[in-house]
């Protein structure tokens, strides 16, 4: 069998990645070789999603919604990667970043996000609470922002959001 140096085959591995990063069965893939895990672990990073499991008083969770526990820790986990010095390799290649049912953010959370992950485009803090309009202004590259139950975003906030895309 002869192979033709026309094929790329870290370029074919990408594309073949990619598919499996959407079907989100990229993960068990990574573990072939290394070249797979070169070519497949900045996918991993592009999409980052967390769901707390902090209610207020009061609150619920909708019915759609599935609490595990491992959930809360990595929504912990990360928290505490935003804080450390050193940045992540891939931290460059996301672009969606969704912290849903955390009740812990702050300002100073959001704002140290942000400046980790520069290249965010889409952001959803759905039912997250614990900052306000000071952290609205650090958002440069936003398309997508929920701030769905964000109380303490005032019409101020919203303006320098709007502002800054």
């Given at each position: 069998?002869?192979?033709?140096?026309?094929?790329?085959?870290p370029e074919l591995l990408e594309q073949i990645l990619y598919f499996l990063a959407v079907e989100k069965s990229l993960y068990l893939a990574l573990f072939v070789s290394r070249l797979w895990y070169r070519c497949g672990a900045s996918f991993l990073w592009e999409r980052i999603e967390l769901k707390g499991n902090n209610l207020k008083y009061g609150h619920h969770f909708p019915?759609?919604?599935?609490?595990?526990?491992?959930?809360?820790?990595?929504?912990?986990?990360?928290?505490?990667l935003i804080n450390e010095k050193h940045k992540p390799a891939y931290v460059l290649n996301t672009t969606h970043l969704e912290i849903t049912f955390y009740h812990s953010?702050?300002?100073?959370?959001?704002?140290?996000?942000?400046?980790?992950?520069?290249?965010?485009?889409?952001?959803?803090?759905?039912?997250?609470?614990g900052f306000g309009d000071k952290?609205?202004?650090?958002?440069?590259?936003?398309?997508?922002?929920n701030l769905w139950d964000a109380q303490a975003i005032t019409d101020k906030g919203l303006c320098a959001i709007i502002g800054s895309c």
């Open positions: 069998m002869t192979h033709s140096s026309d094929i790329n085959i019915d759609d919604y599935t609490y595990h526990k491992r959930d809360c820790t990595r929504c912990k986990r990360f928290i505490k953010l702050s300002d100073k959370k959001i704002r140290s996000i942000v400046e980790m992950f520069p290249n965010i485009v889409h952001l959803d803090f759905k039912d997250s609470i952290s609205a202004e650090s958002y440069p590259n936003l398309r997508y922002l």
